[in-house]
């Protein structure tokens, strides 16, 4: 059993009972568990909130969810091991008390978001929806995707045009895989680069609270 990633906890500003709806997020490449913290005030007060940081230092500074190997593609030891980790943390915060495990969503960027669609797609059971922000599903055949076990399991996917980190060609070709899924998505594009805009972020908060409000 793998120990709990470094992450830090934010109860909610407002509370409707004893358990409440609970935020993980997953931060990009070069960054930790403050990076996106920011975004809080502007997502629903209901949320408990829990930012992890990814396991591996990053050369240039921060943290990174895994390695990138000389193809540029996932190194598959470091990310196994990284996703082994982070199943063991999130399965730690969904147990805890005051959370309602039937509203558990993941908010990603980047890399962030990558680990995020490979947390919803392997383990869909566990969470009530993901905001994918700059990122792109990875196929990976190492890893068992449930891709016709994700009708519980809503998706907001937003992405920048001119995005020169993950070129949106990324974000469409995972649109275009969700398309043959029966997951529920919400898919859209911005004028904006690899960032996140106060459009893209307005969206996903009314998003969010929608997911939060059906499941009632």
Known sequence: MSAPLFSIFQPPKKTTGTKNP????????????????GLVPILDERCSVVSIRAPY???????TWF???????????TLVDSYRQLVATVESFIARKDVD????????????????????????????????QSGFAMELSYFPFQWNA????????????????IPIVLARRTKALFEQSNAEVV?????MEHQISDESLNDVSGWLTKQIDVRR
């Open 57 to 63: 230092a990053f050369e240039y500074g921060g943290y």
């Open 187 to 191: 898919y859209r594009e911005y004028p």
């Open 101 to 132: 495990p039937g509203k558990v969503f993941l908010l990603g960027f980047s890399m962030g978001t990558m680990m995020s669609f490979l947390l919803a797609l392997t383990k869909p059971e566990l969470f009530a929806g993901v905001a994918a």
């Open 22 to 37: 609970l935020l993980i997020v997953l931060h990009g490449r070069g960054t930790d568990e403050h990076d996106l913290m």
């Open 150 to 165: 994700l009708e519980h399991c809503p998706f907001i996917i937003t992405h920048g045009v001119h995005d020169p980190v």
């Open 67 to 77: 390695r990138l190997a000389e193809s540029m593609e996932p190194d598959q030891a």
